[in-house]
């Protein structure tokens, strides 16, 4: 038999053991909760700067999450203006599960959009999107990508434009998804948009366009379609290996 002796310190946490003592959550669960609960009240939370405290990923961080919302120790919801618009998301913590919460989880899922005849389109592989024979599935978000070839710079060759249009229509696509995961609704873009980005896509490095996309829904609140133009802006430019 082993016993623990407890050294108190300062700068502790106080906490309900409910959580702790949940056996549906794992010890990663019960662990980012509990760093959660750590900080003050109206903290800004930013995975990657949550990641950055672990040794968790980004993508691992919005898993547990998913996890504590999916129990009823985390609600997200997104916040309205008095003109019905919507503004930031705001969250709530509780040391114990709230059915309530559950139900609303529950019922979110349920409403969510039903799955795409094409699966394989809805995680796309942006780092190596397929160029020659693009099978996409057309959504709200890419309802105007049929002119956008039109109003490119006329010195990028056919190809140039079509890869970079085929790129965007792809992060739109996956952006869409995102949406869908986080319970955000659809971002719509016009022409003029989609024009914007697929300009800005080329000669990018297109390993980043996924980060892109999350962040856009994560972070672009007031404005996704800015946010979403600026992050790839500021993508590094494409490596071209000369032989």
Not at 200 to 216: F, N, S
Request: charged share 35%.
């Amino acid at each position: 038999m082993v016993k623990i002796k407890k050294v108190y310190d300062k700068h502790y946490t106080v906490i309900n053991n409910s959580v702790l003592n949940d056996v549906s959550l794992k010890c990663e669960d019960k662990g980012l909760f509990a760093y959660l609960w750590s900080q003050a009240d109206e903290w800004d939370f930013y995975a990657k700067e949550v990641a950055k405290h672990s040794a968790d990923s980004e993508d691992k961080i919005y898993k547990i999450l998913r996890k504590l919302e999916e129990h009823g120790y985390l609600l997200r919801e997104r916040q309205r203006n008095s003109k019905g618009q919507l503004k930031a998301n705001k969250w709530y913590l509780s040391e114990t599960p709230k059915q309530k919460w559950i139900n609303i989880f529950k019922k979110r899922s349920t409403n969510k959009k039903p799955i795409r005849q094409n699966p394989k389109q809805v995680k796309p592989d942006l780092e190596k999107p397929n160029m020659e024979k693009p099978d996409l599935t057309s959504t709200n978000c890419n309802k105007y990508l049929s002119k956008q070839v039109k109003n490119l710079n006329k010195s990028l060759s056919k190809e140039e434009r079509e890869r970079d249009a085929n790129v965007i229509e792809i992060l739109l696509n996956y952006l869409n998804h995102c949406a869908e995961e986080w319970h955000h609704v659809p971002i719509m873009f016009s022409q003029s948009e989609v024009n914007k980005l697929i300009k800005a896509v080329h000669g990018k490095d297109t390993r980043g366009l996924k980060e892109a996309a999350e962040k856009t829904i994560v972070y672009g609140e007031q404005y996704p379609q800015g946010y979403l133009l600026s992050c790839i802006k500021n993508l590094p430019e494409e490596v071209v290996n000369e032989k």
